[in-house]
């Protein structure tokens, strides 16, 4: 189910992204650009690689490029050049359950 209404020509942000498969579901669905945030940058390795593997569903074009940020959503500061207004179209989320884990 596409509640976000990630598709063609986009701009997704995940804002706790992780390894980014959020994201991978919204450039197949024709995102133009897709951004993620997340605390932990050694989540992404291997994402770029991944991306390039696919194609998009609908024009058979390779993927949009991810665009990895480290940082915390709930501390602006760390994350400040994506609160640009209209940045974005869609935010996709499924957010973390270790919070408050060690």
């Known amino acids: 189910c596409n509640l976000a209404i990630a598709g063609l020509g986009k701009r997704v942000l995940d804002p706790c992204c992780g390894s980014g498969s959020l994201m991978l579901y919204a450039a197949a669905l024709g995102a133009s650009q897709v951004t993620g945030v997340d605390s932990d940058p050694s989540v992404w390795r291997g994402a770029n690689e991944e991306f390039a593997r696919h194609v998009c569903s609908f024009t058979s074009l390779p993927l949009a490029s991810p665009q990895f940020y480290e940082g915390d959503v709930l501390n602006p500061d760390s ?7 209209n940045n974005f179209d869609a935010i996709v989320c499924d957010p973390p359950y270790n919070i408050g884990a060690p």
Request: aromatic share 14%; no cysteine; net charge negative.
């Open 79 to 85: 994350t400040e050049p994506l609160w640009t207004p």
